[in-house]
């Protein structure tokens, strides 16, 4: 099931970034980002977020802060749905395009977003650190 992210469901997104990624978001910076008009969504199963996104509006312009699926429901089509749920919010808002950034090497997270429609459109050198790394920008129009 997806659902729109409350401010109650900050801890159990702050243990999935934390299980996810090598710099996590802390609970405080969820809620912020969530303040400052971040729309976050999340996977749920039997009461339990599995997997969740975000998506940052400025003007016309999406950018997704994240996806995260637990590594215990990974290769289910969690991730696409929340993609796609993703696209359908852009589409409501009437968002020119959505980007992102996504690590050269997360070659699982490439495919997704390929098959969802995204393109590379460039790359930011050494965006990513534990460890360094580079970011392809990824970018749909028209979805």
């Not at 969504?41 to 995260?68: C, K, P, S």
């Amino acid at each position: 099931m997806i659902r729109d992210f409350s401010p109650a469901d900050a801890e159990a997104v702050a243990l999935l970034e934390a299980e996810c990624f090598s710099s996590p978001w802390s609970e405080q910076a969820i809620l912020d980002s969530y303040s400052e008009g971040v729309l976050f969504i999340l996977a749920e199963e039997e009461g339990r977020v599995i997997g969740y996104a975000g998506l940052q509006t400025v003007l016309d312009e999406g950018y997704i802060t994240n996806i995260a699926v637990s590594r215990d429901f990974r290769g289910r089509g969690i991730g696409s749905s929340l993609v796609e749920q993703l696209k359908e919010k852009a589409r409501q808002k009437g968002l020119a395009f959505i980007s992102l950034e996504v690590r050269h090497s997360n070659a699982a997270a490439v495919a997704l977003y390929e098959k969802q429609g995204f393109k590379t459109v460039g790359k930011r050198k050494n965006f990513y650190t534990a460890p360094l790394e580079d970011a392809l920008i990824m970018t749909i129009e028209g979805f």
